[in-house]
T-cell receptor
């Protein structure tokens, strides 16, 4: 068990550019979650998948954001036409099972800076 | 609105003294409750959770948490603090069912500082 991994760890981009982040969950975890964390705040939920199905999306996830988990394993989060307000830490987590009791295991995050 | 409150931005404790990090929630029904810790430049680490049963839950690194249904609180405690416990602590809740059964709702975090 190598834990949840995220790539890249840091990304600096110019406003208006598109960026894509990748998350590899713990193997055999069927649920995968994306959160966003800004300085001084707790993580905020963005979206989650059960296998390849996207089951919930936050209202925070504007139409510039899209997430996929095509084969039920790794996931990508794409932000189009980035804005300075998108600067944040993007966290990925995974868990096993379909109920709500299982704890989520978090990756190290991708820090996005939009200049 | 569903929310989690950590009323203290920072808690300062001397090494060896007991510590408490407070958490209250405003969520309909009986959610699952979690505590996570975040060290600098590292991801969130799971500490403990309350599902059902005994109101006192024991977790990693000697931490425990007490669930109080009437006060809708889930305070994190440790009998004897270590300098290495210094970190950012997050309380979180999760709905038991329904289409909101996946996401965690986090508090804003409490910075714990343990001085030698």
């Amino acid at each position: 068990d190598t834990g949840v991994s995220q790539d890249p760890r840091h990304k600096i981009t110019k406003r208006g550019q598109n960026v894509t982040f990748r998350c590899d969950p713990i193997s055999e975890h069927n649920r995968l979650y994306w959160y966003r964390q800004t300085l001084g705040q707790g993580p905020e939920f963005l979206t989650y998948f059960q296998n390849e199905a996207q089951l919930e999306k936050s209202r925070l996830l504007s139409d510039r954001f899209s997430a996929e988990r095509p084969k039920g394993s790794f996931s990508t989060l794409e932000i189009q036409r980035t804005e300075q307000g998108d600067s944040a830490m993007y966290l990925c987590a995974s868990s096993q099972g379909s109920g709500g009791a299982a704890e989520q295991y978090f990756g190290p995050g991708t820090r996005l800076t939009v200049t | 609105a569903q929310s989690v409150a950590q009323p203290e931005d920072q808690v300062n404790v001397a090494e060896g003294n007991p510590l408490t990090v407070k958490c209250t929630y405003s969520v309909s029904g009986n959610p699952y409750l979690f505590w996570y810790v975040q060290y600098p430049n590292r991801g969130l680490q799971f500490l403990l959770k309350y599902i059902t049963g005994d109101n006192l839950v024991k977790g990693s690194y000697g931490f425990e948490a007490e669930f109080n249904k009437s006060q809708t609180s889930f305070h994190l405690k440790k009998p004897s603090a270590l300098v290495s416990d210094s970190a950012l602590y997050f309380c979180a809740v999760r709905f038991k069912r329904g289409n909101q059964g996946g996401k965690l709702i986090f508090g804003q975090g409490t910075e714990l500082s343990v001085k030698p």
